[in-house]
């Protein structure tokens, strides 16, 4: 019994410095993988001045630059959506291909399994181990029981004007929280860097949530009353172009007793929209965008008067545990 309790202090002394230095917040694994696809989504804000009643006027718009000049633009890589309730170092790409090799990979276990050469717990280990290289596992967001919710996420969509609001959600298990955007530059915090634009989560210490994991997954609204969103979007299959479209109105400067090309009872009034490719039907620009679900970890709250945690103690603490380790271990070898 003496033996088994020296084998564990080391361990259980190394497990206690970690916990002094586990703070609540985010933590980091391999990354949660989503699918990486060979398309781009690109969105644009544009000034009123520059809109009529179809869409970008003739003279803001550009062929060699689209109206870069006059717009705010903002892309999406990958087809990914652009928000995040984590950071976007936790989201690891995979693609086609990989899912095809992890395919191809997963028949040759099996036909191995067929001929007996493997066993069925070794497939099941073996077709973990190929998953979780493709997949990875995702960050996790962890507090204790009634410590404030301080969590971020990436947001690639914010168009830095005045002129642009956002609307910020989060939600845990149905349960609705009011978020904000990072406006204050790029923040560096014990989680990472919080960019300046991405969602945040600041809340008052809460109880609301027992020990346990939940689903947080954070929503964003864009509205502006002073211009519009526009977008484009290269998908296969499914894409998304800038045309002119042109409407019949009647010409308010319209003078029946009058004569001349000018003064025509309907005129057209044109501009470039955003329409599908396929088949030429206007379509506005998505406004609202929402995260996938990641995982939010309530870890029990400590009971008790709570110790400011000293490192420096701790560190002694555990250097005492590994010299008296040692000592008795020379002792038991000179005896």
Known sequence: ???KLKLLTLPLLALFLFSQFADAGLVRTSGRGTLTLNYSQAFYYVDNQYLNEVGIIESAFNFD???AA???LRAVGGGGRGLGSVPNDCIKGYTRDDLN?????????????SEGRITEAEFDTLVAQL?????????VWQFAQGDALDMFGFFSLYFDTPDVSYDVKWNINGITLPGDINTAGDLTTPDG???N??????TPPTTDFAPGDYLAFVSVGLSSTNGRFFWSSSQPGNEIVFEEKCIEKPNPDFDPDGSGEDNEPFIFVCGYTSVYQSNSEIISAPTSFFSDAEILRILPAVTGPITPVNAPA?????????????????RKTVS
């Open 1 to 3: 019994m003496t033996a």
């Open 65 to 67: 630059a689209p109206f």
């Open 70 to 72: 006059n717009s705010i």
């Open 101 to 113: 090799n992890l395919e191809q990979e997963i028949d040759f276990l099996r036909s191995e399994l």
């Open 131 to 139: 998953e979780a290289a493709i997949y990875g596992e995702p960050c």
């Open 193 to 195: 860097i919080i960019k």
């Open 197 to 202: 634009g991405w969602v945040t989560l600041n």
């Open 314 to 330: 701790t560190i002694t603490l555990f250097l005492i545990g590994l010299v008296t380790i040692i000592v008795r271990r020379q």
